[in-house]
């Protein structure tokens, strides 16, 4: 077997270490991780990837090795910097949740470093927030206020990972166990008082006809309805989109059917290779 050749360190950008890991060589793949995880949850991707392709994966401000700065930054400028950094002048880029924002954001505002997106149970820029969405984000507060780190992970793990219509013994405890340490390293981040997260406007909801790459958009059939929903709309405004629903995931599709997901992402990829 051959040896696939790998790299990690950290990039010194918008004013505070990027933490990115390289592994493989071909087309440039970058990897966005979600919201509740970091880019350890790319484990399952990167050797099947990694063979041909050059797989760049990151942690997002505030989560796995990544730092805020002490100032304002934009999320969706820090992948530019990397793959400039790397000196790759286009990736296809697939984003989760929160990264799934991110990587719309970065397409928006740098279309020729795009070549494709792949977007799972994206978040997106302006989107209103579902009910369900709102009531999970205010005892998330509650629990944090309080200092109840276990209790607010605890909350995200049963929200997005068991999703509504399951319990936790109905989950791969594998799954559950990585999220739960994942998260929960998200929360001691310290954040600096100066941090402040630069937003794009007008926002990405408002701008989706603008996105013109091709565009594989994947949810869970376990997810928030408000994900679903949001999906298919993504599906319908985006002019080269199409959707696949995978059964039997929450909103780590990823995590929970990586075989089936990778080989959505391969099928998809192996038609846009440029």
Same mark, same amino acid.
């Given at each position: 077997?051959?040896?696939? =050749? +790998?790299? +990690? @360190?950290?990039?010194? *950008?918008?004013g505070a270490p990027l933490y990115y890991a390289v592994t493989g060589? @071909?087309?440039? &793949?970058?990897?966005?991780?979600?919201?509740?995880?970091?880019?350890?949850?790319? $484990?399952?991707?990167?050797?099947?990837?990694?063979?041909?392709? #050059?797989?760049?994966?990151? $942690?997002?401000? @505030?989560?796995?090795? +990544?730092?805020?700065?002490?100032?304002?930054?934009?999320?969706?400028? $820090?992948?530019?910097? &990397? !793959?400039?950094y790397l000196h790759i002048e286009k990736a296809h880029v697939v984003g989760v949740s929160f990264?799934?924002?991110?990587?719309?954001?970065?397409?928006?505002?740098?279309?020729?470093? *795009?070549?494709?997106?792949?977007?799972?149970?994206?978040?997106?820029?302006?989107?209103?927030? +579902?009910?369900?969405?709102?009531?999970?984000?205010?005892?998330?507060?509650?629990?944090?206020?309080?200092?109840?780190?276990?209790?607010? %992970?605890?909350?995200?793990?049963?929200?997005?990972?068991?999703?509504?219509?399951? %319990?936790? $013994?109905?989950?791969?405890?594998?799954?559950?166990?990585?999220?739960?340490?994942?998260?929960?390293?998200?929360? %001691? *981040?310290?954040?600096? /008082?100066?941090?402040?997260?630069?937003?794009?406007?007008?926002?990405?909801?408002?701008?989706?006809?603008?996105?013109?790459?091709?565009? !594989?958009?994947?949810?869970?059939?376990?997810? #928030?309805?408000?994900?679903?929903?949001?999906?298919?709309?993504? /599906?319908?405004?985006?002019?080269?989109?199409?959707?696949?629903?995978?059964?039997?995931?929450?909103?780590?599709?990823?995590?929970?059917?990586?075989? /089936?997901?990778?080989?959505? *992402? #391969?099928?998809?990829?192996? !038609?846009? =290779?440029?």
């Amino acid at each position: 077997m051959v040896e696939l =050749r +790998s790299e +990690s @360190g950290f990039l010194d *950008v918008q004013g505070a270490p990027l933490y990115y890991a390289v592994t493989g060589q @071909g087309q440039p &793949l970058l990897l966005i991780h979600a919201g509740i995880a970091d880019s350890r949850m790319w $484990d399952e991707q990167v050797p099947v990837f990694a063979p041909q392709y #050059q797989v760049i994966r990151y $942690d997002l401000r @505030g989560f796995g090795k +990544s730092q805020f700065p002490a100032g304002s930054f934009a999320s969706y400028e $820090d992948p530019a910097a &990397l !793959l400039r950094y790397l000196h790759i002048e286009k990736a296809h880029v697939v984003g989760v949740s929160f990264g799934g924002k991110v990587a719309v954001d970065f397409a928006l505002v740098h279309p020729e470093m *795009v070549n494709s997106l792949v977007l799972v149970a994206p978040s997106i820029g302006g989107a209103p927030s +579902s009910e369900a969405v709102k009531g999970f984000n205010e005892e998330e507060e509650m629990h944090l206020e309080r200092g109840d780190l276990e209790a607010a %992970t605890d909350l995200n793990v049963r929200f997005w990972v068991d999703g509504p219509r399951r %319990t936790p $013994d109905q989950v791969n405890p594998e799954v559950r166990r990585r999220v739960y340490e994942m998260q929960y390293h998200a929360f %001691t *981040v310290p954040i600096p /008082a100066e941090a402040e997260e630069v937003v794009l406007e007008p926002p990405a909801i408002k701008r989706l006809a603008e996105i013109r790459v091709p565009t !594989l958009i994947i949810v869970g059939d376990c997810d #928030q309805p408000d994900k679903i929903a949001l999906a298919q709309r993504l /599906a319908a405004e985006i002019p080269q989109a199409r959707l696949e629903i995978i059964k039997g995931a929450a909103h780590m599709v990823s995590m929970e059917q990586p075989e /089936a997901f990778n080989r959505l *992402v #391969q099928d998809f990829l192996n !038609l846009h =290779r440029k």
